[in-house]
């Protein structure tokens, strides 16, 4: 596209592009806004260097004209977007990218490929987080998923409230607590069940996490009571009936004396199964393969769509809407607005997207979209414990429908003004 628009001359009419879903994964009332971070870190970074360059033109993708215009590339537009954490609806334009044609066009791989995994991810983990009622999820995927990918799933994770990572690569990267536990493998390795737990309290302390299900349950549980007293700190359930385990586990906790010892469920846990367990006397959720795979739907589904587009190449020339008429897969043309509105309860009712004139906007209304990059350089980066709090105030001020895990439409509508 960039080459034929060089040769066409159209590519240095500045245009704008909008990335949203058509719609939410079946089931979902709400999707959330995840990897905005990592997103400015590889924008920065994008560039065509000369290895790169050799590729193009020795396997006669592009032409000299083209290769010389790469060779120079870095995006010089602007970028706004729904800050990362909040949530977003059918139709929501929660990234909008300003720039000429060739310039912006190049970035719809990239931007779509981290915003539809983040997201995806981020949405499992805020409806598990919703399930868990307060009692902390532990991201545990990294095992599940591309080794780049478990790193980037912590981080979304952590935006929508899980409290810690077993990735130490994330928490090197994004200041994630780190936690974890040991593998049956460990205990295997060892010639009985108490060397073992003896070897990781030696190792690690009285408030380590042991793992009781390698052999039988009850035995275990008195071992480690035995070993470290009532100052153990957990222990771990991965198979079975976790319902009825964490009961009898809780029940013998208590009776030998160690009241304050934790009980981590983990074993191909989703939001229906911590749901399930909220009656449970379980304190902590340990979560892996749904996460990291969106919980049944691994991608967010987002599309990047040319919204806007000046009538010529020339500085001060018009901006014209455009949109596709495609059937089944319509948009809506011009650059728009977004904006949420609230009921006089504080509670939010609909996702409001303006096109044309800006308007005033009252108390009733939030202005949604938020400047990233300007004039191509970044500024809209944050604390990652920023999106966090955003995403628990955001999730907060929805219906309470929102947080209802069956099947249902998108909690708010979407209004085209």
């Not at 870190?41 to 065509?48: M, Q, Y």
């Not at 911590?274 to 304190?283: C, E, G, K, M, N």
Request: proline fraction near 4%; include cysteine; aromatic fraction near 6%.
């Amino acid at each position: 596209m960039v080459e034929a628009a060089l040769r066409s001359g159209a590519a240095h009419r500045r245009s704008v592009f909008e990335v949203f879903a058509r719609r939410l994964p079946d089931g979902r009332r709400y999707g959330v806004m995840a990897g905005t971070g990592r997103l400015l870190d590889a924008i920065e970074a994008f560039r065509f260097d000369d290895e790169t360059l050799a590729f193009l033109a020795e396997n006669h993708v592009v032409g000299r004209a083209t290769l010389d215009w790469l060779a120079d590339y870095r995006f010089r537009g602007n970028l706004y977007g729904y800050p990362e954490g909040e949530c977003w609806f059918p139709g929501s334009p929660i990234m909008v990218v300003e720039g000429t044609f060739a310039e912006a066009v190049l970035l719809e791989t990239l931007i779509l490929s981290v915003l539809n995994h983040d997201c995806a991810v981020a949405a499992a983990a805020s409806r598990m987080t919703s399930a868990s009622a307060g009692r902390p999820c532990i991201e545990m995927g990294s095992r599940r998923t591309h080794e780049q990918a478990a790193v980037a799933a912590a981080r979304a994770a952590y935006v929508a409230g899980f409290a810690s990572t077993s990735n130490l690569r994330a928490g090197q990267a994004y200041g994630i607590p780190t936690v974890g536990t040991s593998a049956h493998s460990f205990t295997l390795l060892h010639d009985g069940e108490r060397d073992a737990f003896a070897a990781q309290i030696a190792a690690l302390g009285k408030d380590t996490t042991l793992l009781v299900d390698t052999y039988d349950v009850a035995e275990a549980v008195r071992t480690a009571v035995e070993l470290a007293g009532s100052e153990l700190g957990a222990v771990r359930l991965d198979s079975g009936d976790l319902l009825l385990l964490a009961h009898r586990v809780r029940r013998q906790l208590d009776d030998l004396g160690a009241a304050k010892t934790r009980i981590v469920v983990t074993s191909d846990l989703d939001e229906y199964a911590i749901a399930a367990l909220r009656a449970a006397p379980v304190d902590a959720y340990g979560v892996g393969t749904q996460l990291v795979t969106g919980s049944g739907h691994p991608t967010a589904s987002l599309v990047y769509k040319l919204v806007a587009r000046a009538e010529s190449d020339a500085a001060d020339a018009a901006m014209v809407p455009v949109a596709k008429k495609s059937p089944g897969k319509p948009s809506h043309g011009g650059r728009k607005t977004a904006l949420r509105a609230y009921d006089a309860d504080g509670v939010a009712e609909a996702e409001v997207l303006r096109t044309g004139e800006a308007r005033p906007v009252g108390p009733e209304l939030r202005e949604l979209l938020v400047p990233l990059v300007l004039d191509g350089e970044t500024v809209g980066r944050e604390p990652l414990a920023k999106a966090r709090e955003r995403h628990e105030r955001a999730r907060a001020e929805l219906p309470l429908s929102a947080t209802q895990l069956s099947r249902g439409e998108p909690v708010l509508p979407t209004v085209y003004e």
